[in-house]
């Protein structure tokens, strides 16, 4: 992994024994999820001013019940969230809640039995996704995945909504409704939305709009579900800061766009359910 000072262009290599899945920033730490065995590691951004390189060794904490690969992390105030696929041919992820304060550990697997937790949400509580695909399972059964809500401390789950798919694979709210893509479509509330779109992902907002991204560039909708065009060719990844957009396109490039130079022209991509 690599980390450049903007300022200075000093590039600093951290050497990880493993491969990082999902990144959680918090405050001065960054949390690293990996792949294979479901590690957990954590660094402070200050250690980057003291060495040239870093070498991260010991994880945090490895989370066991048979997890292999992390599918999403979150942070919250009190709380690190990790999201686990289980497995190679195995059925059953896992929730792993760690606790900040006084480091305890909470691996909760088969929260939803037989389903992989795949995508994670907070919104004053906490929200996941799940997908009936385990450790790599090509038929997997049955063919339906849902968003469930979490109540930590009475370890309860109650089931938001259901989608005939083998995955959710993420979600986020926008004008109080759940936006949803699985495998196969994605979903603002219970309409579908054609989108031109593979590959795409979301949950970046600015200025009360929606940002989606892939392979056919960036698309941005609005409070009436219009989409506008901001860039026509493929991104990679995407940050949001203030009123730029930030993306590292096809070629590894990172580049910038303002908000205010967005193309206005925008069609609807709003249809009925199917």
């Not at 954590?42 to 870093?54: E, G, P, T, V, Y």
């Not at 919250?76 to 999201?83: G, H, N, Q, S, W």
């Amino acid at each position: 992994m690599l980390a450049i000072n903007p300022k200075t262009k000093v590039v600093i290599k951290t050497r990880i024994p493993s491969e990082p899945k999902k990144v959680a920033f918090d405050e001065n730490t960054i949390f690293l999820a990996n792949y294979p065995r479901a590690r957990v590691y954590a660094f402070n951004i200050s250690d980057f001013k003291k060495k040239r390189d870093l070498i991260l060794e010991k994880p945090l904490f490895v989370i066991e019940k048979k997890q292999n690969r992390p599918k999403d992390m979150l942070i919250t105030d009190e709380f690190l969230f990790v999201a686990t696929e289980p497995d190679e041919g195995c059925l059953g992820g896992a929730l792993t809640i760690y606790n900040k304060k006084d480091k305890s550990l909470i691996v909760l697997r088969n929260l939803v039995d037989k389903f992989t937790i795949n995508s994670l949400y907070y919104d004053d509580s906490l929200y996941f996704s799940t997908s009936v695909r385990g450790g790599h399972i090509n038929k997997p059964q049955p063919l339906y995945s849902s968003i469930f809500k979490f109540d930590i401390n009475r370890n309860s789950l109650s089931e938001v909504q259901r989608l005939d798919d083998y995955t959710i694979s993420s979600f986020t709210k926008f004008k109080k409704n759940w936006v949803i893509r699985t495998e196969k479509s994605t979903y603002f509330g219970n309409l579908k939305i054609n989108i031109p779109l593979s590959q795409y992902f979301f949950n970046h907002f600015m200025n009360n709009s929606l940002l989606l991204y892939g392979q056919n560039g960036i698309y941005l909708i609005d409070d009436n579900v219009n989409s506008k065009l901001v860039y026509n060719k493929p991104v990679i990844d995407l940050v949001t800061v203030k009123n730029c957009i930030y993306f590292i396109d096809h070629e590894y490039k990172i580049k910038k766009i303002l908000f205010e130079n967005f193309p206005m022209q925008s069609q609807n991509w709003m249809n009925t359910k199917d």
